[in-house]
Antibody, heavy 126, light 108 residues
Framework: QITLKESGPTRVKPTQTLTLTCTFS??????????VGWIRQPPGKALEWLAF???????RYSPSLKSRLTITKDTSKNQVVLTMTNMDPVDTGTYYC??????????????????WGQGTLVTVSS | EIGLTQSPGTLSLSPGERATLSCRAS???????LAWYQQKPGQAPRLLIY???SRATGIPDRFSGSGSGTDFTLTISRLEPEDFAVYFC?????????FGQGTKVEIE
């Protein structure tokens, strides 16, 4: 059974760096083809894909946020970490991590998600 | 990037009725690479449909997806009480993958 859970601060101040951790079970990020993504949802708005990381440490980022994002993995701990710099109130929202479905194809900068975490709400406010 | 417009924003129906949800893309979606998800308050999104029409594991056959190009539809043949939720579509045929804003299916 695949599960994912996000953790991190519920509130950050403008200009600060956000660090979120995704702890997962039921799969290994050292298995060929496996990827984990981060997605966010501002209140009342559409979901937005942020980043992917893969078993071979390949990393893909949303072009609009690439300069602010870093994604890393710790295979031994079954964790993926996302950092986002220079946070702004518009970055307020629920942040999800999710398992990239293996049927997503070979376009490593895109894919759909077959398992999601519950999400963590991050508020950016001074 | 491809924009996805879902309609209607809210659908008010009764249990047992048929629900038809629309997802329209601003450009053609490559290889029908479109997914549908269900989300209930406080819960993780649940994958329903991928590849426009393939049901995910464990999804009841009252859920069906159809469409190609720019127009896609999610149909729930007979609404069960547990089906009242928000549904959103996602295209993953072009980078970056994008999501629709969702359709809320509520009890009338």
């Amino acid at each position: 059974q695949i599960t994912l859970k996000e953790s991190g601060p519920t509130r950050v101040k403008p200009t600060q760096t956000l660090t979120l951790t995704c702890t997962f079970s039921g799969f290994s990020l050292s298995t060929s083809g496996v990827g984990v993504g981060w997605i966010r949802q501002p209140p009342g708005k559409a979901l937005e894909w942020l980043a992917f990381i893969y078993w071979d440490d390949d990393k893909r980022y949303s072009p609009s946020l690439k300069s602010r994002l870093t994604i890393t993995k710790d295979t031994s701990k079954n964790q993926v970490v996302l950092t986002m710099t220079n946070m702004d109130p518009v970055d307020t929202g629920t942040y999800y991590c999710a398992h990239r479905a293996t049927g997503s194809g070979s376009g490593w900068d895109r894919g759909y998600f077959d398992y999601w975490g519950q999400g963590t709400l991050v508020t950016v406010s001074s | 990037e491809i924009g996805l417009t879902q309609s209607p924003g809210t659908l008010s129906l009764s249990p047992g009725e048929r629900a038809t949800l629309s997802c329209r893309a601003s450009q053609s979606v490559t290889s029908s690479s479109l997914a549908w998800y269900q989300q209930k308050p406080g819960q993780a999104p649940r994958l329903l449909i991928y590849g426009a029409s393939s049901r995910a594991t464990g999804i009841p056959d009252r859920f069906s997806g159809s469409g190609s190009g720019t127009d896609f539809t999610l149909t729930i043949s007979r609404l069960e009480p547990e089906d009242f939720a928000v549904y959103f579509c996602q295209q993953y045929g072009s980078s970056p993958g994008t999501f629709g804003q969702g359709t809320k299916v509520e009890i009338e």
